[in-house]
Structure formats: structure tokens, C-alpha cells
């Protein structure tokens, strides 16, 4: 059973009025939770960067939200929804574009977004605050 040692996810915010937020998001993933969090100003307008949690870290509060601290399992991934969940601030909302995760360094794109989102979606309190992702599945050879 391979252990996860490292998950690395990227995060487009929409290119639209309003889309970007000071708000929290989180990616769930292999039954736990984990704060997608830089030093950066996250979820900019039209921004994309990549959160990387366990071996070579680059969030805030990496020992706290390393997938070897409980040591998570490949394995323990299917098990459970891989999804991004928004926690806002006070009255706001994000628009997400779209969301990629590789396990353990892998350049195989192993989650996604359901499909390119045209236009993005909306995430807050009155329009829904999850969204659950896809494993990729390799084409069947012909």
C-alpha cells in the first residue's frame, strides 16, 4: 500500500468581476481536510497557483496539513470524495475555474474539475460552498 507523501493541487479563480476572495478553501481528500493557504494573496481574480501539502511543502502551517501526519495511503484516497470547499468571510463569494490534483510528485493529472467550467462556478453560502472532483480515468486504448 503506497503511502501519499505528497499532494500537490492547483487552483484557477475565475477572470470575472467579484470572482476573487478573501475567504478560506480547503481541499478534502483521502477523508481529511486541508487548508489550501500561501503567503501569497490567494484567489485573486484570474489567478492560478499550485498548493502543495506534505514533501516540499509551500502552505502555511505545512505540519499541520501533511498528508504523512497521520500517514494517509494512496489506497485511502478512493475511498473517500476528493472535492474543494469554500469558506467565506463575511457576505462573500468565489468563483472557481477549475482545479487539478496530482498524488506524489506525479505529472499524471489524477483529479479534476468535472469539466472546464465556462465561466466558472460560484461558490458561497446561497449557491452551495462544495464542489466534488473527478479521478481521471485514461483513455481505453483503441
Known amino acids: 500500500m503506497p503511502n501519499l507523501t505528497r499532494i500537490d493541487v492547483n487552483i484557477a ?3 470575472r468581476g467579484g470572482a476573487g476572495t478573501d475567504g478560506s478553501v480547503y481541499l478534502g481528500i483521502g477523508g ?3 487548508h489550501c493557504d500561501t503567503s501569497a494573496n490567494d484567489f485573486e481574480r484570474g489567478s492560478s497557483r499550485t498548493y502543495t501539502f506534505g514533501e516540499e511543502s509551500n502552505v502555511r502551517n505545512g505540519n499541520r496539513n501533511d498528508p504523512r501526519t497521520p500517514q494517509l495511503t494512496v489506497e485511502a484516497v478512493d ?6 470547499r ?3 468571510g463575511a457576505g462573500s463569494e468565489w468563483n472557481l475555474d477549475r482545479a487539478t490534483v496530482h498524488l506524489n510528485g506525479s505529472s499524471f493529472q489524477q ?3 468535472f469539466v472546464h467550467l465556462d465561466g466558472g462556478l460560484w461558490l458561497s453560502r446561497v449557491s ?3 464542489l466534488h472532483l ?3 480515468q485514461d483513455p481505453s486504448p483503441t
Open 13 to 15: 479563480t475565475g477572470d
Open 32 to 34: 481529511r481536510e486541508f
Open 79 to 84: 475511498r473517500f470524495s476528493v472535492y474543494i
Open 86 to 88: 469554500f469558506e467565506q
Open 111 to 113: 483529479y479534476e474539475t
Open 128 to 130: 452551495g460552498a462544495f
Open 134 to 136: 473527478e479521478k481521471h
